[in-house]
């Protein structure tokens, strides 16, 4: 309830002192708007660089594993070709 109160009476002595000090407060706004612009445009930056270098890193993984991937199955074919001619040799026997 103190809570509900406090909020009511910062907003009503907010919105007064926006009417008295609209003017200083279009200035404030004047001289800070580029300062956020310019950091969040920074941050912007800074974010899609990250996910571009994330996204290189896992094609360079998806890359790797598919080579591995590749190699697995040669792997496979040439134990498979082996087991076919040692099969075929106890069936000779």
């Known amino acids: 309830m103190k809570t509900l109160i ?3 009476i910062a907003a009503v002595l907010g919105l007064i002192g926006l009417a008295i000090w ?3 407060f ?3 706004l ?3 708007l580029p300062i956020m612009l310019l950091l ?3 941050l912007a930056l800074y974010l899609g660089f ?3 270098k994330d996204n290189w890193k896992n094609k360079k993984e998806e890359a790797k594993e ?3 991937e590749v190699n697995e199955t040669e ?3 040439s134990e498979i070709e082996s087991l076919k001619k040692e099969m075929e040799e106890l069936k000779a026997k």
Do not use: H, M, R
Request: aromatic share 8%; hydrophobic share 40%.
């Open 66 to 68: 598919a080579a591995a």
């Open 30 to 32: 004047a001289g800070a």
């Open 6 to 8: 406090g909020g009511a």
């Open 40 to 42: 969040g445009g920074g």
């Open 22 to 24: 609209f003017g200083e």
């Open 75 to 77: 792997q496979y074919k």
């Open 26 to 28: 279009l200035q404030l």
């Open 50 to 52: 990250d996910e571009i």
